[in-house]
């Protein structure tokens, strides 16, 4: 008999791998109270560094073409599409569902991957707009990027949740740090593992597993964070995310739906321009 | 420096019948207040007082929060959409024809020059109505989905130094969605809102769908922590912002806030001096600079420092500061005895951390409250005067070599209101515009303002636009 090679489940954090600096873990069960695995429980001092490579990726990020950043995204899809056996075998020792079940969820996340890898250079068009103003001025508005957001990954689903936080946050060209769903972490750490052999650049997706209810109060004060989903948390945490977000007014939102432009426009901001029109 | 001489060219108070009480105005009538309290409200211009007015407490605020739940669910929910734009149609005709009232009745209340308010306050405000009258029946065109929802009860706090035209920036896209309002005016400027109730009754507009209620911070904070109120609208301080932020918390309720601003304004060498001048002088003079998104820090690349400052200065030796009603003043007063001091304080903070301080020669009035047009060169970015908002006529002015150095210390702020920037270089005003991280940028031009342009902050200047078709997402619910 073979004896599996198991994996340890890190952190991803400006494109390395890394162990909680606390050197904490928790245990995680399947779905039917066996072992599963042991991922880290990340700290205070992980979210922070996550935060200094996010906004550290934020400029190189954006300097990309918004057609470039389409490109990468989608890049993310096809290498997912590749690991979809893998994902799904995670999903079914996580949910408990078949593995059926487990497949059409992996194909649903990769769809949702594709739809927001494909607003990269859209949004500007449909969420923008010229504005007739009364004189001779030339005025426009266009989306641009938020900053920094963490995304409270879904709890409910281990994959197509997560996908859809993420990926609307970086669609809308923000750097992102994604506290993993507690129950159902593996699928943010193989996600990862796509992210990093993909060419998104260091820095952009950080990702932390752990505590949600723990880390969220961090999240909620930390004045370099801009923007925060909270469709993660509970309305509980949620409100305490808010009352210390108010700090430096961050752009806290739930959402509903997986697949939405309010999603990609809830972390942007909008820039309306002023020039005279003249000889 | 020449001194022009001016005749006196006083615009007459004569069209004005005040009353010597003003009532609050709740499901459309003008009611006693509650607290049986009225308060003072006084031209500060030469301090005499314009008249008494109710002071709300949370009875009122209740009573007129209730007037605006009925009205949402018994008549303006009810009403089509195309007859909910022809009342605001109407709204906006009374003020064009109530025009003149409403800029006297302004300027006596809150200090400025007659000129703004006749050319800039009162014709904006007509044409936030006439243009979100037009949205009312075209909504599923807005980008919100096909059907977007209002949320209903709107409790709405506005600052004193736009009185009428934050009533229209507030009241005009939340009705033209369907929504209801209780709106709560600055303290030391009730007195245009008032007028505007009258307005409403002459627009036949359903009783309770416009309330207001003056009163002071703890009327505020009553229709914020109302717990029948959907969506709360404030624009304001940045301290009282989060405040509201906190207040709200733990409730479903909705918000939008327009805070403060610390702008740069940026002066590239290749810029037009003589049309940048008057952009400065513009930028942080217009109304006395009690603007959240004043063009309060001059930037000036360093080698065409000594020409800008120089022009500048001769520019404001010929800013006249005098009397609100005198169609000739550039400069009116500052708004209360409160602000005044805060000007003096922090310019006084100026002084003490090293800057150098210099104004025209000008005669300020003995009564009333009044500052001269001032600059402080020398300011660096740590200094308050570069850091906090002053929001009086008081400009600071740092320098810098290379465009690059201009945008770390344009965004070297918690605010992201605004930002100038003058160039004669296509590339390089675009390359800024994209740079600058703040919600209105001014290229060329500084503090216009339309209903058709979005408006709205980045960073800590606030949450979502007003205007435009953006600004119709805060008085509406998308999918998200």
């Keep these: 008999m073979r004896v599996d090679v198991k994996k340890t489940y890190k952190l991803y954090i400006g494109g390395a791998f890394p162990r909680s600096e606390s050197g904490r873990v928790y245990e995680l069960k399947d779905s039917k109270g066996e072992f599963l695995a042991n991922p880290c429980q990340a700290s205070r001092k992980d979210f922070r560094d996550a935060v200094v490579s996010a906004r550290s990726a934020v400029t190189g990020w954006n300097k990309a073409t918004a057609y470039n950043r389409g490109q990468i995204l989608y890049r993310v899809a096809e290498i997912l599409e590749g690991r979809t056996f893998q994902f799904a075998e995670e999903i079914v020792a996580m949910e408990g569902v078949n593995f059926k079940e487990a497949k059409a969820q992996v194909e649903a996340a990769i769809d949702c991957w594709v739809w927001y890898a494909g607003w990269c250079d859209k949004i500007a068009s449909v969420s923008g707009s010229t504005n007739s103003v009364s004189g001779p001025y030339y005025n426009f508005t266009v989306p641009e990027n938020l900053g920094v957001v963490t995304v409270f990954a879904d709890q409910k689903s281990s994959l197509l949740g997560l996908v859809a936080g993420l990926a609307a946050v970086l669609a809308g060209g923000n750097t992102a740090i994604v506290i993993a769903s507690e129950k159902y972490p593996l699928s943010a750490i193989t996600l990862s593992e796509v992210l990093a052999t993909s060419d998104v650049p260091a820095g952009v997706v950080n990702i932390l597993t752990g505590y949600s209810a723990e880390l969220a109060p961090w999240v909620g004060a930390h004045m370099d964070v801009d923007g925060i989903d909270v469709s993660g948390l509970s309305k509980k945490t949620e409100e305490e995310v808010r009352l210390a977000g108010a700090e430096n007014l961050k752009r806290i939102h739930r959402f509903n739906q997986f697949q939405s432009l309010g999603r990609i426009q809830a972390f942007m901001e909008n820039k309306t321009v002023w020039h005279p029109i003249g000889v | 420096m020449t001194n022009f001489e001016y005749a006196p060219a006083l615009e007459s108070t004569a069209i004005l019948d005040i009353a010597s009480q003003y009532r609050l105005f709740i499901n459309g009538k003008f009611v006693d207040p509650k607290t049986t309290q009225y308060f003072q409200t006084i031209n500060p211009a030469n301090e005499q007082v314009i008249s008494q007015v109710a002071f709300a407490g949370e009875a009122d605020v209740d009573d007129a929060v209730k007037a605006a739940r009925n009205a949402y669910e018994k008549s303006w929910s009810k009403l089509s959409a195309a007859e909910r734009g022809k009342y605001l149609f109407r709204i906006a005709r009374i003020l064009q024809e109530r025009a003149r009232e409403f800029a006297v009745l302004e300027t006596l209340d809150n200090g400025k020059p007659i000129r ?10 007509a044409a936030h109505f006439f243009y979100h009258a037009g949205w009312s029946d075209k909504l599923k065109y807005a980008g919100l989905g096909n059907d977007p929802k209002p949320h209903g009860v709107v409790g709405q706090i506005i600052p004193w130094n736009f009185p009428l035209l934050m009533l229209a920036w507030k009241v005009a896209p939340a009705l033209a969605t369907g929504n209801t309002v209780v709106l709560k005016p600055a303290e030391t400027t009730p007195m245009t809102a008032l007028l505007f109730a009258e307005v409403c009754q002459q627009a036949d507009l359903p009783a309770g769908v416009v309330n207001i209620v003056t009163g002071d911070g703890s009327t505020g904070s009553f229709l914020v922590n109302h717990p029948d109120v959907d969506k709360i609208a404030f624009t304001g301080s940045t301290s009282v912002g989060k405040a509201i932020a906190r207040a709200v918390s733990g409730t479903k309720k909705s918000v939008t806030l327009e805070l403060g601003g610390k702008a ?64 000739n003043t550039d400069l009116g007063a500052i708004n209360s005895a409160e602000q005044l001091s805060r000007i003096t304080e922090l310019s006084a903070s100026g002084d003490l951390e090293g800057a150098q301080r210099w104004s025209p020669q000008c005669d300020l009035p003995t009564a009333g409250f009044w500052y001269p047009p001032t600059i402080f060169t020398g300011v660096t970015q740590a200094h308050r005067i570069a850091r906090e908002e002053i929001f009086g006529p ?87």
């Excluded at chain 2, 703004?116 to 405000?125: F, G, M």
């Excluded at chain 2, 001096?273 to 998104?293: A, L």
């Design chain 2, 394 to 480: 008081v400009l600071s002015v740092l320098t810098f070599r290379t465009p690059q150095e201009a945008i770390e210390k344009a965004n070297n702020t918690p605010y992201g209101l605004s930002a100038g920037i003058w160039s004669e270089k296509g590339s390089r005003i675009l390359w800024a515009s994209q740079q600058l991280r703040a919600g209105v940028i001014w290229a060329n031009t500084f503090n216009k303002f339309d209903p058709a342009s979005p408006f709205g902050g980045y960073k800590e200047s606030g949450w979502g636009r007003e205007g435009g078709r953006h600004g119709l997402s805060a008085y509406l619910k998308g999918e998200k």
């Design chain 2, 116 to 125: 703004e308010s006749r050319d800039v306050d009162v014709p904006l405000a």
């Design chain 2, 264 to 327: 740069a304004n940026i002066v590239f060498e290749d810029a037009a001096i003589d049309e940048t001048v008057e952009g400065i002088v513009n930028g942080i003079f217009f109304n006395q600079g009690h603007v959240c998104c004043a063009g309060s820090r001059l930037l000036i690349q360093e080698n065409i420092q000594d020409e800008v400052l120089e022009k500048l200065k001769r520019r404001m030796a010929s800013i006249r500061v005098g009397d609100p009603l005198d169609k």
